[in-house]
């Protein structure tokens, strides 16, 4: 049992869809397997039009073991195979290396050269070739299907909740601290400087968040900052979290932040007592919402 595509945020479309695999191959008593890509099939067909990616390889590959999946399969994309008919891509990579026997896909998947592969391409090649194929419905948000395109619409509005809604889980970004300009502990307020993982992972549009940040098996409330510092003068973008009521050093450490809520836009303030005051005002916000 196999289905195939880029993947890209497993959302709940994405879930539906690996759950239909997971009942059909176990129904078959078969494996259930995932062919995806590395890199993004945008990033070599139309450069200059390919996304921020909304999660990592290694994240893609963990959410699609933790739904139950026996085999994932990550093939490199590549111009040659870009040239790819959709027939050829069956026969010498479902059919030879999978010993594919049924196919699922989403309502609006298309591959191959062309994107010629789509449904009914795909059932007239079972036909051809002895397979069955099973389309999977859309999963609905707001009266529209759910898709990777309306994921990063709402994250470029900072509009969390509803991707976390399309997700099935909070928005996440992992890091590992490193050392800042140490501007928030002379505020009174300290705060890990991440660098995130994945060179194109995107993050939500600048401003405060309230979220919950996992430390090896802890998970504690934050307060998390996207922005260029504008009181200061900064021009470079950073990402920086406080964990409320944590003490001690976090140099080195490995983080994963969760989006819970957006709290406010980045802001110039004039001067660091007007901005102290309003850190203190985020952070008793993002405790409020974090304790319900």
Known sequence: MVTIGAFDGIHMGHRKILGEVVLLARGLGVRGAVVTFDPHPMSVIQPGESPCLLTTTAEKAGLIADAGLD????MRFSPKLAERTAEWFVKNVLLARLNMRRLVIGYDFR?????????????SLGGKHGFGVDIVPPVRY?????SSTRVRTALVRGDVK?????LGRPYSVKGVVSRGEGRGRKLTYPTANLEIEGVRKMLPSR????ARVR????????????GTKPTFGGRT?????????WKGSLYGRRLEVSFVQRLRDDAEFGGEGALKKAIARDIARARKILST
Do not use: K
């Open 111 to 123: 591959f191959g050269r062309g994107r010629e592969g789509d449904a009914s391409y795909l059932e």
């Open 162 to 166: 509803s991707v976390a809604r399309m």
């Open 142 to 146: 707001l009266g529209h299907p759910v």
């Open 215 to 226: 430390l090896g098996s802890q998970v504690e409330p934050g307060a998390l900052y996207i």
């Open 207 to 210: 401003g405060i968040y309230a």
């Open 237 to 245: 973008e950073s990402v920086e979290v406080h964990i409320i009521g």
């Open 71 to 74: 085999e994932l399969a990550v």
